[in-house]
């Protein structure tokens, strides 16, 4: 939560602090809603992106290491979209 805040900084944009109440809600979560909340969050964004025509890849991380939810949240995600292999 420390690195998200940190990250995206922008003082006063209710976007950003909407970002940041997301991360900080996420974080507190047990993995079954964890698991919704992130698979929701890569939906928007597949098709958020997909709708402005531009080439898609993604980049997926185990962050705490390698963990069963970690590994069923991925696969979640990449059964609603993965890259084409061409």
């Known amino acids: 939560v420390g690195l998200i805040n940190w990250l995206i900084q922008d003082p006063g944009n209710p976007v950003v602090a909407a970002e940041q109440e997301f991360v ?23 098709d958020g992106v997909g709708e402005l ?5 993604i980049h997926l991380e185990a962050a705490y290491g390698v963990s069963k939810p970690a590994f069923e949240t991925f696969a979640e995600m ?7 292999a061409n």
């Open 24 to 46: 900080t809600r996420l974080a507190g979560e047990d993995p079954v809603v964890k698991r919704q909340l992130m698979v929701d969050l890569y939906k928007r964004v597949v």
């Open 78 to 84: 990449l059964a609603f979209w993965a890259p084409d």
């Open 53 to 57: 025509g531009f080439p898609i890849s």
